[in-house]
Nanobody, 119 residues
Framework: QVQLVESGGGLVQAGGSLRLSCAAS????????PAWFRQAPGKEREFVAR????????YYADSVKGRFTISRDNVKNTVYLQMNNLKPEDTAVYYC????????????WGQGTQVTVSS
């Protein structure tokens, strides 16, 4: 089992920045490939960004490319999402997830953290 706890959400004006953190505990987190997803009210959950287990490969949704940066610290068992130049359409609950090397699915999810961007 891997437990994930997000933090760092809040209310920010458009153009502002936030950094989300996802603290992992349980099994060796370095073996898992984490990602961030988000879900806006009335919309389906969507992929935001992911990072490889070594941290040397990243991938972003087109909507956040160039504004968001995902990173990880395997010593601290923490994944980060630096969000710059935030837009009102970034408003959502942001979830951290971990992809199992066995199933290759996102088997573990955090409880989410709310990000609200005002115009």
């Amino acid at each position: 089992q891997v437990q994930l706890v997000e933090s760092g959400g809040g209310l920010v004006q458009a153009g502002g920045s936030l950094r989300l953190s996802c603290a992992a505990s349980g099994r060796t987190f370095s073996n898992y490939a984490p990602a961030w997803f988000r879900q806006a009210p009335g919309k389906e959950r969507e992929f935001v960004a992911r990072i490889s287990w070594r941290g040397d490969s990243t991938y972003y949704a087109d909507s956040v490319k160039g504004r968001f940066t995902i990173s990880r610290d395997n010593v601290k068992n923490t994944v980060y999402l630096q969000m710059n130049n935030l837009k009102p359409e970034d408003t959502a609950v942001y979830y951290c997830a971990a992809r199992s090397p066995v199933t290759n699915d996102y088997d573990y999810w955090g409880q989410g953290t709310q990000v609200t961007v005002s115009s």
